[in-house]
């Protein structure tokens, strides 16, 4: 490695995107090191400053402080996952311990807490703005949380924590991606009975990357689902469900069960620390909901009736079984199997007819033109940006005053990255100093096909990514820390959410749904087949998806989280809720990484459900103006997307709707209202 380092020195590339090209893992290492030397410099000046306490030379000079760090930071935490390989994992799993520390330094430096405590004291004569008042507030309350009032000794431990914490959510990621990794199902032409074309492309291309004939079903969502929905196979079907279940169970250097019960009481005793009764306690207390007690309320509202809805479509299902000369009970590999034949016989709608009009080209197309129509951004495809894999496509995002940021999108599944699908970003919004435009980029695991079809949950997942990075992308604000998704987590989906709608309006599918081979649009009879089927099988999937939020919940409420046999916990967990044997908990605990590969949604998995009320309630602002795209509702809709955190959220959604939300809408549209 020679003395040049490009993450260290001034990137002259259109717009200041990575010069993805130029950077090996082996730059990270000494750029870390400098840009954390940098920071800790910074700190040291803002707390030994011999001047008064001040808004400016404290909270702004903190908000300026760590850019470095955060621009080196931003471009290894995403290559990490997006484009993985073993030497990134290598250098997570040594570097993720030394962030974490690092940021306890700054979070319990006591001089910079004296300052900011003595501000926050006087906030009231300090003459702030609304969003300078708020910084101040969220700054302060910070500091709170990460223990800075604490004493030493507690202080002390709260930073071996964090060190550990880092190292048990890195290692608990990278566990479940080897699993994913080096799994595969190997087929046979004659294995592939019922099995459409477009997931033979896909099990095709999925042998090939991995250098074997014929066909491999992996544990790519976009490829083991419709495996799982159309293989006529019932012992293929159970081997496949089977292992996508098992993720993160395997006895060995990469079980992920063990990790779980030091996690949560590590957690735990954070949480004690603070003064919190649990970790659920802690983390709820700083959430729109407020309190565990009224996200398990929420939970509580619809679990009963989707396991009512969820009875019913089990008759059905069976049914169909029966007549298809099946005898025996229903399990968790054949729900989908017989979902999509009673889908077919009960609304004459066939995935396999309606994929054909999902090329991946399209609904992208559609996601940009709704953005286009509702807060007028165009999307200019930018060839001459680097990107970091040939399957990313850059595009310059402007409006009618010019340039807004850059979008970067990698929907294509390969075997080093992580799975699902999420936003993220390479630079955040901010106009302190001087303008600085966001670099936003999506992710999804589309299976690699020619063309890539996708199938209408695959068109709305793009949908919702696309929501997330016009949160970032149109966030207008002062401050680094207030920027477009840094809000509360039971608000941060309510963009994602509520862009979900344009996707299902018939106009959209009309005008975006073209067969991939012939150009004609969708018929309408097909649509409205597809509308028509929408709550289909909506009791299997908010079974499926709630069984994960209340095990969350229960799991970072546990009184004694190191005593938990996580095997046992889930069995036991499970059996009393209820939970349908021949549906199958979204995550299980061993492979939940949204809990135990980070922190972010740990006793906040239940935050989509918190969001699916205001999305749910907020469309209906649209619905009520009779336009999906009154200019009127779409500049409301703006401006809360643009707010970032400047303001409490709930504000937000009163000033986007007019008034609080109500969960009768949600209830609605998962057709549990009268469940």
């Known amino acids: 490695m020679t003395d040049h380092n490009p993450l260290l020195e001034p990137w002259t590339t259109p717009f200041g995107v990575p010069p993805f090209g130029s950077i090996l893992p082996g730059h990270f290492p000494a750029a870390f090191a400098a840009a954390m030397e940098e920071h800790l410099g910074e700190i040291a000046a803002i707390g030994t400053d011999p001047e008064p306490p001040g808004f400016a030379n404290t909270i702004e000079a903190l908000q300026r402080s760590g850019r470095a760090l955060a621009r080196v930071g931003g471009v290894f935490s995403n290559l990490a ?64 949380r990460s223990g800075a009032a604490l004493a030493a000794k507690a202080k002390a431990r709260m930073t071996a924590i964090s060190g550990r914490l880092a190292v048990l959510h890195t290692a608990f990621g990278q566990n479940v991606l080897h699993d994913e990794k080096t799994w595969h199902l190997p087929l046979e032409e004659h294995e592939l009975d019922g099995l459409p074309d477009f997931v033979r492309a896909g099990a095709s291309q999925a042998a090939a990357e991995r250098g074997i004939a014929g066909y491999a079903i992996t544990l790519s969502r976009s490829l083991i689902e419709p495996f799982l929905a159309f293989s006529a196979r019932r012992d293929l079907r159970q081997v496949a469900y089977e292992a996508w279940a098992a993720r993160g169970t395997h ?32 983390r709820l207390a700083d959430t729109m909901a407020g309190t565990p007690e009224a996200a398990e309320a929420l939970l509580a509202e619809v679990w009963e009736p989707a396991k009512r809805k969820a009875a019913a479509e089990r008759e059905r299902l069976l049914a169909a079984a029966r007549a298809d000369g099946f005898s025996g009970t229903l399990a968790a590999w054949d729900w989908r199997y017989y979902a999509e034949k009673v889908r077919r ?68 599944a390969r075997a080093d990255k992580r799975s699902g699908a999420w936003m993220s970003s390479y630079r955040d919004q901010e106009d302190m100093d001087a303008p600085v435009s966001p670099i936003i980029v999506n992710n999804n695991n589309f299976a690699k096909s020619e063309p890539t079809l996708l199938s209408f949950d695959d068109a709305e997942t793009l949908f919702h990514e696309f929501g997330h990075a016009l949160h970032g992308l149109l ?18 989906e309510l963009p994602s959410q509520i862009y979900e709608h344009w996707i299902a309006l018939p106009e959209t599918l009309r005008r975006y749904a073209l067969h991939h081979e012939t150009g004609a649009p969708v018929p309408d009879a097909l649509v409205a087949r597809l509308l028509a089927a929408r709550g289909f099988n909506e009791g299997f999937g908010t079974v499926e998806y709630t069984s994960a939020a209340l095990i969350d919940m229960a799991l970072h409420s546990h009184p004694a989280p190191e005593t938990i046999d996580i095997d046992t916990f889930e069995r036991d967990f499970l059996a009393g809720i209820g939970m349908p044997a021949d549906i199958g908990i979204r995550h299980r605990p061993a492979h939940f990484q949204h809990l135990f590969a980070g922190g972010g949604y740990a006793a906040g998995y239940y935050s989509y459900l918190w969001s699916e009320v205001l999305d749910a309630d907020g469309f209906g602002a649209f619905q009520e103006a009779g336009d999906p795209f009154d200019p009127a509702t779409a500049a409301r809709l703006r401006h809360l997307l643009s707010a970032g955190d400047t303001r409490d959220p709930m504000r937000l959604y009163v000033d986007f709707r007019g008034r609080a939300p109500s969960t009768a809408a949600l209830l609605r549209s998962r057709g549990l209202a009268a469940a």
């Open 81 to 144: 996952v997006s484009l993985g390989g073993e030497a990134l994992e290598a250098l997570d799993r040594d570097l993720s311990p030394v962030l974490a520390q690092h940021g306890m330094r700054v979070s319990l430096d006591p001089g910079v807490f004296k300052r900011v405590d003595a501000l926050h004291r006087r906030r009231d004569s300090l003459g702030l703005a609304e969003d300078q008042m708020r910084l101040l507030d969220r700054t302060h309350l910070g500091f709170i």
């Open 251 to 282: 006895p060995g250097p990469h079980d992920n069960r063990p990790l779980i019960p030091e996690i949560l009481a590590l957690r735990a005793e954070r949480a004690g620390l603070l003064g919190y009764p649990s970790f659920a306690a802690f």
């Open 345 to 412: 016989a009960d609304y004459a709608l066939d995935e396999t007819e309606l994929k054909p009009y999902f090329a991946l080209e399209n609904i992208q197309r559609a996601a940009f033109d709704t953005a286009t129509r509702l807060f007028g951004l165009t999307f200019v495809p930018r060839d001459d940006l680097p990107v970091y894999h040939p399957d990313v496509r850059a595009y310059e995002v402007r409006d009618a005053e010019g340039h807004v940021g850059i979008f970067l999108a990698d929907h294509a």
């Open 475 to 492: 966030s207008r604000v002062r401050y680094p820390a207030q920027s477009g998704t840094s809000v509360r987590r039971d608000f941060v």
